[in-house]
Nanobody, 121 residues
Framework: QVQLVESGGGLVQAGDSLKLSCVASGRTSTRGALGWFRQAPEKEREFVAGINRSGLSMEYADSVKGRFTISRDNAKNTIYLLMNSLKPEDSGVYYC??????????????WGQGTQVTVSS
């Protein structure tokens, strides 16, 4: 089992920055890729960014490329999502996720409870 706890969400204005964190625990917490997803009201949950175990391979959704940066610190079992130039359409609940296949766009098996991000215009 893997437990994931997100933090860092909040209410910001368009153009601001925000940094999310996710601490992973459990026997397999650092064996695979870790990623971020988001879900806006009445929309499907969507992939935002993923990073493999070594931290050398990252994937991003087209909508966030150039604005968001994912990173991980395996010594702290933590991943981060630095979000710059935030837009109202970035609003939603952001979920941290983990998989065991070590592919940033692979199938994710474990999920956190989510943290709310709201970007006002």
């Amino acid at each position: 089992q893997v437990q994931l706890v997100e933090s860092g969400g909040g209410l910001v204005q368009a153009g601001d920055s925000l940094k999310l964190s996710c601490v992973a625990s459990g026997r397999t917490s650092t064996r695979g890729a870790l990623g971020w997803f988001r879900q806006a009201p009445e929309k499907e949950r969507e992939f935002v960014a993923g990073i493999n175990r070594s931290g050398l391979s990252m994937e991003y959704a087209d909508s966030v490329k150039g604005r968001f940066t994912i990173s991980r610190d395996n010594a702290k079992n933590t991943i981060y999502l630095l979000m710059n130039s935030l837009k109202p359409e970035d609003s939603g609940v952001y979920y941290c996720a983990a998989n065991t296949v070590d592919r940033p766009r692979g199938i994710y098996d474990y999920w956190g409870q989510g943290t709310q991000v709201t970007v006002s215009s």
